[in-house]
């Protein structure tokens, strides 16, 4: 058996967050398994998965969890209004990116004319 080192026992205890909330389904739970798998074959996570786990840390810090069981009760009519113009926005003329030209390869000019797909335009 595998002894707990401060990581695993971090690690535990994110994952035991996820399974209090019932999100044991979600991409944060399946990594975090992952890596407590690889922890206990006495590796350490890698300066990748380092960052990610950084970013899980802060969407389940008790003040992320805090806030996100305070939303409805936060949610009022001006956040509703709000919601409700960006819903018929993005219904009408759709998310930006598909009518937007890929970005060059770092390093590499535009090279003109670039233009969005015919099926793009059309449906401008």
């Known amino acids: 058996m595998t002894e ?10 994110l994952l035991g967050k996820m399974m209090i909330v019932g999100e044991e389904s979600c991409w944060d739970y399946g990594f975090l398994e992952s ?3 690889r922890c206990k074959k006495g590796k350490i996570p890698t300066y990748g998965q380092q960052n990610v786990l950084k970013d899980i840390h802060v969407r389940w810090s008790d003040e992320a969890m805090k806030s996100r069981a305070d939303f409805s009760q936060n949610w009022n009519e001006e956040k509703e209004q709000a919601f409700f113009i960006a819903l018929q926005y993005y219904k009408q003329t759709g998310y930006y990116s598909s009518s937007t030209p890929p970005s060059p390869p770092q390093g590499r ?3 003109p ?3 969005p797909p015919r099926r793009t335009i059309l449906c401008l």
């Open 113 to 115: 004319p670039l233009f």
């Open 109 to 111: 000019e535009l090279v």
């Open 4 to 13: 707990q080192t401060p990581v695993l026992n971090e690690l535990n205890n």
């Open 35 to 37: 890596v407590i798998e």
